[in-house]
């Protein structure tokens, strides 16, 4: 029995025994030791991927032991298998062993014959973690282009809704209360009012200066606010209701981005009070 299984190994498979009452042990023995009958003779291959039922971590290895770092002695449950077999798994952490760990072994280059065939079982691969960088240049289409288009020319382009009567800002071609179709585009001014904002002490390339400030502007004769960063004045001056102005690039610098406008900017008028 044990000499068929460890010339299995060799050819790099695994096989068990199959008991009288259809039970496979691995690894294999002559004797069913639930019954204490013979087995059938006939050998069936198993996993080679299994399942940890039990485990021991072995903070320091010896001499006689399979690996020279840390590792864990485990029940292994093979695919197929009715009973488990003692192997070292190798984890990348003791934290990472738990009970029903998927398991795969690792063999040896040089197969001989013997247990040590499988130098340990590894966890089975979830996920890879790979240093890809995927770059993508996102292309606006209809409503959004047009907008972007206005942006290039340094005018807001919002739409209204007729059966609404909201004006959105960008222009959208379809009203998101009603569903009413906008057909024709409105230029806003470029001034408005801070509804509220956040102050970011995280660096970004975008902003003036750090801390900054992200707020909502409600663009003057809008219904709904646009977020854009705050220039020009102390984070812990900005307020809600205060008055301000977009802060456009030079008209040579201008693509159809909102980067054409570095931000809005205190106009100095009395602030809004907001309902």
């Known amino acids: 029995m044990i000499g068929r299984f460890l010339s299995e190994l060799r050819g790099r498979r695994i096989v068990g025994a199959r008991t009288a009452e259809g039970r496979v042990l691995v690894p294999p023995l002559e004797y069913d030791p639930a019954t204490g009958e013979p087995v059938t003779g006939e050998y069936v291959e198993v996993g080679p991927a299994g399942t940890v039922t039990a485990w021991a971590w072995v903070h320091e290895p010896l001499d006689g032991h399979p690996l020279d770092r840390p590792f864990a002695w485990a029940l292994i449950k093979l695919d197929g298998a009715d009973t488990a077999l003692v192997h070292a798994v190798c984890p990348e952490h003791p934290k990472a062993m738990e009970a029903g760990m998927r398991v795969w072994p690792i063999w040896r280059d040089q197969p001989t014959g013997h247990i040590t065939d499988i ?4 966890p089975e691969v979830t996920k890879i973690v790979s240093n890809v960088r995927s770059e993508y240049r996102l292309q606006a289409g209809g ?16 739409g209204r809704c007729d059966q609404c009567d909201k004006v959105y800002v960008p222009y959208r071609a379809a009203c998101p209360e009603c569903g009413g179709v906008i057909p024709e585009t409105r230029e806003l001014p470029d001034t408005g009012t801070i509804t509220t904002f956040a102050i970011n002490n995280l660096p970004d390339p975008r902003a003036p200066q750090v801390p900054f400030v992200s707020a909502y502007i409600l663009l ?17 001056e900005v307020r809600q209701g205060m008055r301000v102005k977009a802060v456009w690039v030079p008209e040579s610098e201008r693509t159809a981005s909102m980067a054409n406008i570095r931000w809005f900017a205190p106009t100095g008028e009395p602030d809004v009070e907001l309902s």
Not at 220 to 231: C, E, F, V
Request: no cysteine; net charge negative; proline share 5%.
């Open 220 to 236: 003057d004769h809008a219904d709904i606010p646009m977020i854009a960063l705050i220039g020009d004045v102390p984070a812990h």
């Open 119 to 122: 130098s340990y079982f590894a």
């Open 143 to 158: 409503a959004l282009r047009v907008f972007f288009e206005g942006i290039q020319r340094g005018v807001f382009l919002g």
